[in-house]
Nanobody, 121 residues
Framework: QVQLVESGGGLVQAGGSLRLSCAAS????????MGWYRQAPGKERELVAA???????HYLDSVKGRFTIFRDSAENTIYLQMNSLKPEDTAVYYC???????????????WGQGTQVTVSS
């Protein structure tokens, strides 16, 4: 069984920084991609940043230049460094991963429990 455990959310003033982390654990053969989504009240969930096994990185346009996604492959952990935070970044942030388990014929999508990020103006 695979689990994603997130940490690092909280309350910060506009212009401040936060770092989110997401650790994958369990019977993991290969992680194809990991990333962060967010969902604000009344809005659809959107992809914020993603990192593939090949090193490709994608960012939501509104966070480019402010957010950085990076990984610690040895620990199956990804991080999202968020700088110059704005009130519109307020949302629940979810970790997502596409993972091949040892006994799985295909890869599966996994989600973390979500962590609240609140940016005050």
């Amino acid at each position: 069984q695979v689990q994603l455990v997130e940490s690092g959310g909280g309350l910060v003033q506009a212009g401040g920084s936060l770092r989110l982390s997401c650790a994958a654990s369990g019977s993991i053969l290969r992680i194809n991609a990991m990333g962060w989504y967010r969902q604000a009240p009344g809005k659809e969930r959107e992809l914020v940043a993603a990192l593939t096994i090949g090193g490709d990185i994608h960012y939501l346009d509104s966070v480019k230049g402010r957010f950085t996604i990076f990984r610690d492959s040895a620990e199956n952990t990804i991080y999202l460094q968020m700088n110059s935070l704005k009130p519109e970044d307020t949302a629940v942030y979810y970790c997502n991963a596409d993972i091949f388990g040892y006994r799985d014929p295909v890869s599966y999508d996994y989600w973390g429990q979500g962590t609240q990020v609140t940016v005050s103006s």
